[in-house]
């Protein structure tokens, strides 16, 4: 039995700006995601009934056609003409509804576990193109690295890494509802957008200050006014030490940027009292870097 496995890396939104309503409903964005060093694997095992079955080690994730991982395999199947099913196994360490892409992750890895699997032969471009059609995020998880996203976010372009540092996440124990945030947020009532060429060119300085500073999320306010103990948390991360807080697209995690690992440990130990999950992870911002795959 032949075991695909691919790493589905979670990211954060170091930006997010949205810039107007389009006319099909969705927002014009403009966002600057970078990848971290938390992760799901999926693993995928084909099968000969012509059908997906999905399993997780979350009981937290649907294991049918609401689950994105699910709607990717069964896109590739019909455009292709796939008669062979898949066994979908998600090991699942990236928290549900958090803000962090993890259902898009699973999705994107999905993608590209079944091109090898199938040997469809399709290149990155064509892998991305195909993301968008299940999800705005599903693109950049496809590419990974750091990258600017516009658009709904399937168009990319590649960015500097960001520099060497640890990033303390804390999720609060709701999830929420993307749409439901998008929903609320009024264009005309934003108060401060990121500035987005700034944080590119601190990006390619490599000036960890100036990302520290540069973090914005437009999608605060809304999220914040809904939730306030994600407010408190954002307050508390700062106080206990981090060089840059923000809440990460949609919420509710908070991350906190940390020069030393030894800060992030302490940070991650005083909230631990607050919010049962909290992680200290890497950058991952190369794409190099997170292509370990099992097979």
């Known amino acids: 039995m032949m075991i695909y496995s691919e790493k589905a890396p979670a990211k954060i939104n170091l930006t997010l700006d949205a810039l107007h309503k389009r006319e099909d409903g969705y927002h014009e964005l403009e966002m600057i995601m970078t ?29 049918d056609e609401r689950n994105l991982a699910y709607r990717a395999a069964s896109l590739l199947r019909e455009r292709f003409g796939i008669r062979q099913g898949v066994r979908i196994f998600i090991h699942k360490k990236i928290p549900v509804a ?7 992750s699973d999705a994107a890895a999905t993608l590209r576990g079944l091109n090898r699997m ?24 496809v590419q990974m690295g750091t990258a600017l ?33 998008f929903r609320r947020l009024d264009i005309d009532r934003i108060s ?8 590119i060119e601190a990006l390619s300085r490599s000036d960890y200050p100036a990302v520290c500073r540069l973090l914005g999320n437009v999608l605060e306010e809304v999220t914040l006014e ?34 030393r690992e030894s800060r992030a440990r302490r940070i991650v130990n005083a909230l631990r ?18 292509s370990a795959r099992g097979g």
């Open 98 to 104: 958090a803000g962090l892409a993890g259902g898009s």
């Open 118 to 141: 199938w040997k469809l032969g399709l290149t990155l471009e064509e892998l991305v193109k195909l993301g968008a059609e299940l999800g705005s995020d599903v693109p950049y998880c």
């Open 35 to 63: 990848t971290i060093d938390l992760a799901d694997r999926i693993d995928l095992v084909e099968t000969d009934d012509g059908r997906i079955h999905m399993d997780s080690t979350s009981g937290l994730v649907p294991l």
């Open 192 to 199: 401060a957008r990121p500035e987005t060429e700034k944080m």
């Open 149 to 181: 996203a516009k658009g709904r976010g399937e168009i990319l372009r590649p960015l500097p890494p960001p520099p060497p540092c640890w990033v303390v996440l804390a999720k609060p124990p709701h999830g929420i509802s993307t749409a439901d945030i």
């Open 226 to 259: 809904m939730f306030p103990e994600v407010r408190r948390l954002k307050e508390r991360i700062r106080r206990y030490g981090a060089d840059g807080v923000l809440m990460s697209g949609s919420g509710p995690t908070v991350f906190g940027l940390v020069d």
């Open 273 to 290: 009292g607050f919010c049962r999950q909290v992680f200290a992870v890497r950058m991952l911002g190369i794409p190099e870097e997170l």
